[in-house]
C-alpha cells in the first residue's frame, strides 16, 4: 500500500513550451501532496506544498507563475512547468500525505521522479 | 535555518563490510530525524526514522541513533549487500515540512 506514482516519468520538450507532471496516489487519498525539485548529486528542495481544493503553499525563491501547481481531487496533483527553459531541466519528485488507516500520520511517500530536459 | 548534512559519496564496499554514513543536522527545536533510501529507478522510502533524543531507529538490519548532545544521527550497518547499494538521504522535520541532506550513492561489490 502507500503507493504515489508520477508521470511521465522522463520528458524532453523545446524551450517555451509548457510541460504538464502528474502525480497520483493509488490507494489512499491524499490530503497534502509536496512538490522537490533535485538537481544532480544535490538534496531534494521544497518548491511548494499543496491541499486538496486550495491554492499551494511556494516556498521562498519559487516563481508560482511558472510553475503551477493544481490539487483538483485527494488523488492527483499536478505540476506545470510553464514557458520551460533549459534552465528548468530537472528532476521532479512529489509526495503525499494521506488519512487511510494503514497510514502513520504525517509520513511522506514519494513518488519515482520525473526527469525533465528542456531543449 | 534548518539543515542537514551528510558524508559525500559515493560510498563503495565489499559485501558484509561494516557501514556508517554520518549525518549531522541544525535544527531550532526537537525535529524528528529521518533515513530515506532510493533505489534505482524507484522512489524515496522511509528507512528508519526517530522522534526524540536517544531514541534508535532500526529496520531491514540498519540502525540510526538520535543523539541531541552530537547533533548526529549516523547511519549503520553491520553486514552490507549487494541489495543495499541505493542512495541514501538523511533529513529531518521542520515545521510540517521534510529537509534533506544532499544524499550518499551507496554502491556495493560482490
Known amino acids: 500500500g502507500a503507493v504515489v506514482s508520477q508521470h511521465p516519468s522522463r520528458v524532453i520538450c523545446k524551450s517555451g513550451t509548457s510541460v504538464k507532471i502528474e502525480c497520483r496516489s493509488l490507494d489512499f487519498q491524499a490530503t497534502t501532496m509536496f512538490w522537490y525539485r533535485q538537481f544532480p548529486k544535490k538534496s531534494l528542495m521544497l518548491m511548494a506544498t499543496?491541499?486538496?481544493?486550495?491554492?499551494?503553499?511556494?516556498e521562498q525563491g519559487v516563481e508560482k507563475d511558472k510553475f503551477l501547481i493544481n490539487h483538483a481531487s485527494l488523488t492527483l496533483s499536478t505540476l506545470t512547468v510553464t514557458s520551460a527553459h533549459p534552465e528548468d531541466s530537472s528532476f521532479y519528485i512529489c509526495s503525499a500525505v494521506g488519512t487511510s488507516g494503514f497510514i502513520s500520520y504525517n509520513e511522506q511517500f514519494f513518488g519515482p521522479g520525473t526527469r525533465l530536459t528542456v531543449l | 535555518g534548518d539543515s542537514v548534512t551528510q558524508m559525500e559519496g559515493p560510498v563503495t564496499l565489499s559485501e558484509e563490510a561494516f557501514l556508517t554514513i554520518n549525518c549531522t543536522y541544525t535544527?531550532?527545536?526537537?525535529?524528528?530525524l529521518f533515513w530515506y533510501v532510493q533505489y534505482p529507478g524507484e522512489g524515496l522510502q522511509l528507512l528508519l526514522k526517530?522522534?526524540?533524543?536517544?531514541d534508535k531507529g532500526s529496520n531491514k538490519g540498519f540502525e540510526a541513533t538520535y543523539r541531541k548532545e552530537t547533533t548526529s544521527f549516523h547511519l549503520e550497518k553491520g553486514s552490507v549487500q549487494v541489495s543495499d547499494s541505493a542512495v541514501y538521504f538523511c533529513?529531518?522535520?521542520?515545521?510540517?515540512?521534510?529537509?534533506f541532506g544532499s544524499g550518499t550513492r551507496l554502491s556495493i561489490r560482490p
Open positions: 533529513a529531518l522535520s521542520s515545521a510540517s515540512k521534510i529537509i
Open positions: 499543496s491541499n486538496e481544493g486550495s491554492k499551494a503553499t511556494y
Open positions: 526517530a522522534t526524540k533524543a536517544d
Open positions: 535544527a531550532t527545536g526537537y525535529p524528528s
